[in-house]
């Protein structure tokens, strides 16, 4: 059997590559230094911020339904003079509905008697 031993000249030559790295090490660390230090430390493990799991089951539990038309539309965002203008006509125009309504009544009275 052969055995191997460590020569000084080996020993130093790898003490010297130990020392050589760590020069390095630390050379490129100053080189960087502007990095924090924080920056090098593991990180925390992220945490599943967003899943859509069973989401569509849910929606179509109860069944997808078109959404409800809105009886008025409405004004806001709507040019500012023809809107205005809007609402004079309509009051002009629920004028003329009960204006039209009284007449109905009065000639129902007259039928009557």
């Known amino acids: ?8 000249a080996t020993n130093s030559f790898s003490e010297y590559g130990v020392v050589l790295q760590r020069s390095i090490l630390l050379l490129f660390f100053h080189f960087f230094s502007f990095i924090p230090i924080d920056y090098y430390k593991p990180k925390m493990t992220k945490r599943r911020n967003h899943s859509n799991h069973n989401q569509n089951r849910k929606h179509h539990r109860n069944g997808i339904k078109k959404p409800k038309r809105q009886r008025h539309r409405t004004k806001k965002g709507m040019y500012l003079p023809f809107a205005k203008n809007l609402k004079f006509v309509r009051k002009g125009t629920l004028k003329a509905k009960m204006e039209k309504k009284k007449n109905q009544e009065k000639e129902m009275e007259v039928v009557k008697n």
């Open 1 to 8: 059997m052969i055995s191997l031993k460590l020569t000084r």
